[in-house]
């Protein structure tokens, strides 16, 4: 009879269950089916159908996927049950509650979702992931990935994805931005990189790629990178005013690098000037990429 392992569901399964199988067939047991939990309908006709050994392996594992359609295990199955050291090891695989194992969830092996990782923390858990996967993570790197990409799962694939790329060398701010994102991302980062920084070349090298955009989509982008450097041109508690917005330290970062390369008096003349265009958007009198790039190089060319 079968050693159980469940899976709660949570955006870390699968790579929870990829680990699990890879760990079990290191340890001589394969996987030899997949299955449906809607195939048998019951426990019963699981346990009769699906827990047979195989031809040619002592030892086996079986998935079954959405188990949550199976109903409430019964009672008198449970002394069916083994420890991990059993031949065959099922693992159900949930998309919902795994309450229908309530009656047994002291027997079996429960894998919960990761705990998440808070906010202040993730630069600091990505270096750590790279050094661990062999190659050197720079925090610019890191920070701008916890920016730019809320799901701790998909941080975790990007740090696998640049490990691939990185050969061991470190890996900088530049690789990410070429690495993690796509054309229209890389496009709208070195756009408002370059803005920041002051960087004509830049800026006008990524708006070729946005003007194929609606104009509104780059014109919130800039305004959102801006808003901290307004923030600290207005208030003179400007640290606690960017806490307020939910300021990422990236943004913070560069929003500092306008400021200095402006000056505040430009910054809040920008932003009064992008919100006369995003109004205008809204009517007939849209100015689209001409009005939006007259103000764009009015700021950087201080006029």
Known sequence: ??????????????????EILNSLAKKG??????YEAQKFGTWQMLFENAVTPGLFAQREVIVIEEAEDLKEFPVELANMLEDDKADCIMILVFNADIKNLKTITNQ????????????WKRKAWL??????????????AAQ???????????L????????????????????????????????????LDGVCD??????????????????????????????????????????????????????????????NNFGADAIKKFMAKAARLSLLEKTNH??????????????????
Request: aromatic share 6%.
């Open 1 to 18: 009879m079968p050693h159980i392992i469940a899976i709660e569901n949570s955006e870390s399964q699968r790579r929870q269950l990829s």
């Open 29 to 34: 047991w394969p996987l030899t089916a997949r």
């Open 108 to 119: 079996i092996m429960l894998i919960k979702p990761e705990a998440q990782i808070p906010p």
């Open 127 to 140: 270096i750590t992931l790279a050094k661990d996967e062999g190659f050197k993570l720079s925090p610019d």
């Open 144 to 154: 701008l990935l916890v920016d730019s990409i809320a799901s701790q799962e998909e």
């Open 156 to 191: 975790r694939s990007e740090i696998h994805k640049l490990a691939l790329y990185s050969h061991g060398r470190d890996i900088n701010i530049s690789d990410v931005q070429s690495l993690s994102f796509d054309e229209g991302g890389r496009a709208q980062l070195i756009f």
């Open 198 to 259: 002051n960087k004509p070349h830049d800026v006008s090298r990524s708006l070729k790629y946005l003007r194929d955009n609606p104009m509104i989509i780059t014109l919130t982008a800039i305004t959102n990178r801006l808003r901290p450097a307004l923030m600290l041109s207005c208030f003179r508690n400007s640290d606690e005013a960017l806490k307020a917005t939910g300021a990422k330290d990236y943004a913070v970062r560069k929003a500092r690098a306008a400021l």
């Open 286 to 303: 849209s100015e689209g990429w001409q009005g939006f790039e007259l103000i764009l190089w009015e700021l950087m060319t201080k006029i």
